[in-house]
């Protein structure tokens, strides 16, 4: 059975602890897309990383691995989840299916993570996906334009898929919680 993991980003501390903003992996375009997947028979899961707002590798690797990984597996990560999926997949030697890196984030100048994203990507990495596709917006944060920089130099053969007005890919920037162009490369061929 074809299934799904969205996994979310990281957060400040008081965002995390307030009761003003829902849980990481209930906000944004998460729910909707959820929602679109699960509609068109994609299994689809949304695990919550428990303090997000200081990510520790081990945890969210802990967390992460409590799901089936396999062929038929599509992974999706928003910011640091889009990162954490990088050192994932370079450090287990697994075929997944699809693969979409949304504002990915490696914390480039090693100025917000301790030791999360001590690794060296794994050009190989490559070979083991089905397909894997960046998307960025231009307005987004310098931090973000240097990750996918770092990402698409390691790793050949990534389509990348650039936007503008659409900032970290937030509901805040977005001003929506859909996101039918994600949709559409998640369901689409698995060659495009």
Request: with cysteine; aromatic share 12%.
């Amino acid at each position: 059975m074809k299934s799904a993991i969205l996994l979310h980003g990281t957060c400040d501390k008081d965002e995390y602890f307030s009761d003003e903003f829902p849980s990481l992996s209930n906000s944004h375009w998460f729910p909707w897309l959820q929602k679109q997947l699960l509609t068109k028979g994609v299994f689809t899961q949304t695990p919550e990383i428990p303090e997000a707002y200081n990510p520790q590798y081990k945890l969210w690797k802990s967390e992460f691995e409590k799901f089936v990984i396999d062929e038929e597996t599509i992974l999706i990560g928003h910011s640091c989840g889009g990162g954490f999926l990088v050192r994932w997949l370079t450090e287990n030697k697994v075929k997944v299916g699809k693969v979409v890196l949304v504002a990915p984030w490696v914390d480039p100048d090693r100025s917000k993570t301790t030791d999360f994203f001590d690794f060296i990507i794994d050009p190989q990495l490559i070979e083991r996906v089905g397909s894997l596709h960046i998307l960025v917006s231009a307005d987004d944060d310098s931090d973000i334009h240097q990750s996918v920089e770092i990402i698409t130099k390691a790793l050949h053969g990534i389509k990348l898929h650039n936007f503008t007005g659409m900032g970290h890919f937030t509901y805040g920037q977005m001003k929506t919680e859909k996101f039918p162009e994600l949709l559409t490369i998640l369901i689409g061929d698995r060659n495009e």
